[in-house]
């Protein structure tokens, strides 16, 4: 098969054109009906809102590939993150439409990727593949990566939740944690929450992250503000239920979701944690029975209530199968260094060096 002969664009995230934005929405239409067929796609105005609305810290490259008549054939985004723990690494994400996949397009983009990797010093290129779509676990164990994470996207079906369930939980939230209360906060933390809200959030570094290699991430007031901006920017909503120690006034639980504009029938779950010292008093069913409720009361549209979490935080499974979700997806997170990977690339040629060779 002949091999053709692509045009890579680069192209900073935060200087992608509306017309690219427009153009790559269209192009991913089969790569949306080959992973997620039944969910509706998110409207390019939301796309483009999303993509001009970056947390200050994050940044990156996108680099698409054109065929000889200039149509969109691929692309690779790049992203890094200005972020205590996680600043050594670039995530990428490749994508090839289906009719031009194994003529060596993506391996291209993964050396393209190699390199931006190598230009900023990021020592570790880390991807997700999706278990329904078996090309992207293929390609990154043929260069090498390793699974450093499965994880599940779970949903819950609100038509049919126990509503009595619920009700259980929440009567029983205060007896079984009587030294506690919950607090609910819409949109943007009030300032004199902040500190606490940002001290309870790191509670997130104790969730399991398996294989992968990064380290905590401090969160503090600041990093809490440029992600709410972020959110607030994007014209998406966020909710929070915190639970609070009353002896101390300390935030020791959490738990939130981000309604996105334009997705009136789905709200995302973000973060999920009680603090070590205080598990065992049933809080994390407390504060997901309330978040539950809230939703059930104040987005009547929310049929689905979408998570991600590790296949091994076997706390968080629990909880979230008693209250009726189920597996929708299995993300594997791949990561290799990147002096690695560049080795696996030079030993594995694309396919117009092996004609010439
Ligand atoms: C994964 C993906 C980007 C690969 O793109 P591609 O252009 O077909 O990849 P290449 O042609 O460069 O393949 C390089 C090598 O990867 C391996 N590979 C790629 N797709 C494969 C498949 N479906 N089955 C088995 N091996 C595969 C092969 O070893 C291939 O070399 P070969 O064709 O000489 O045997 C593409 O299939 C895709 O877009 N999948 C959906 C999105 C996705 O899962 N991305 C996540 C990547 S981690």
């Known amino acids: 098969m002949s091999v053709p002969a692509w045009t890579i664009e680069e192209w900073p995230l935060?200087?992608?054109?509306?017309?690219?934005?427009?153009?790559?929405?269209?192009?991913?239409?089969?790569?949306?009906?080959?992973?997620?067929?039944?969910?509706?796609?998110r409207p390019l105005a939301d796309e483009i809102r999303a993509a001009r609305s970056l947390p200050v810290l994050e940044d990156g490259v996108r680099c698409v590939?054109?065929?000889?008549a200039g149509g969109i054939a691929g692309y690779a985004w790049c992203g890094w993150e200005q972020l205590a723990g996680w600043d050594h690494v670039l995530s990428v994400?490749?994508?090839?439409?289906?009719?031009?996949?194994?003529?060596?397009?993506?391996?291209?983009?993964?050396?393209?990727?190699?390199?931006?990797?190598?230009?900023?010093?990021?020592?570790l290129v880390m991807g997700r593949s999706r278990e329904s779509v078996s090309s992207g676990a293929a390609f990154a164990r043929r260069f090498g990566a390793e699974v450093a994470m499965v994880g599940r996207e779970n949903r819950q079906d609100l038509r049919s939740v126990n509503r009595d369930m619920l009700d259980r939980w929440t009567a029983d939230g205060p007896v079984r944690a009587?030294?506690?209360?919950?607090?609910?906060?819409?949109?943007?933390?009030?300032?004199d929450l902040i500190a606490r809200v940002?001290?309870?959030?790191?509670?997130?570094?104790?969730?399991?992250?398996?294989?992968?290699d990064v380290s905590d991430t401090p969160v503090t007031p600041d990093l809490v503000r440029q992600y709410e901006d972020a959110i607030v920017a994007a014209g998406d909503e966020?909710?929070?239920?915190?639970?609070?120690?009353?002896?101390?006034?300390?935030?020791?639980?959490?738990?939130?979701?981000?309604i996105r504009h334009g997705e009136s029938d789905r709200v995302h779950v973000?973060?999920?944690?009680?603090?070590?010292?205080?598990?065992?008093?049933?809080?994390?069913?407390?504060?997901?029975?309330?978040?539950?409720?809230?939703?059930?009361?104040?987005?009547?549209?929310?049929?689905?209530?979408?998570?991600h979490n590790a296949g091994s935080n076997d706390a968080m499974l629990a909880i979230n199968s008693q209250l009726g979700f189920c597996t929708s997806a299995v993300f594997?997170?791949?990561?290799?260094?990147?002096?690695?990977?560049?080795?696996?690339?030079?030993?594995?040629?694309?396919?117009?060096?092996?004609?010439?060779q």
């Open 198 to 212: 940002a001290a309870v959030f790191n509670v997130m570094n104790t969730a399991p992250r398996e294989n992968l």
């Open 332 to 356: 594997v997170t791949w990561q290799i260094a990147t002096d690695r990977l560049r080795a696996e690339l030079a030993a594995a040629p694309a396919a117009a060096d092996r004609r010439s």
């Open 93 to 123: 994400d490749i994508a090839v439409l289906p009719d031009w996949r194994r003529r060596g397009l993506g391996r291209l983009l993964l050396d393209r990727s190699a390199s931006i990797a190598e230009r900023r010093g990021l020592r």
């Open 238 to 258: 966020m909710w929070a239920y915190y639970a609070i120690e009353n002896c101390s006034g300390r935030f020791v639980g959490l738990t939130n979701v981000t």
């Open 270 to 307: 973000g973060d999920t944690g009680v603090e070590p010292a205080h598990r065992g008093y049933a809080l994390g069913k407390w504060l997901k029975a309330a978040m539950t409720q809230r939703i059930l009361t104040d987005l009547p549209d929310v049929c689905w209530v979408i998570t």
């Open 14 to 41: 935060r200087e992608q054109s509306d017309e690219l934005l427009s153009e790559l929405h269209a192009a991913r239409a089969p790569l949306h009906a080959e992973a997620t067929p039944d969910d509706p796609r």
């Open 65 to 68: 590939a054109r065929d000889a």
């Open 178 to 191: 009587p030294g506690y209360r919950l607090l609910f906060v819409a949109g943007r933390t009030p300032p």
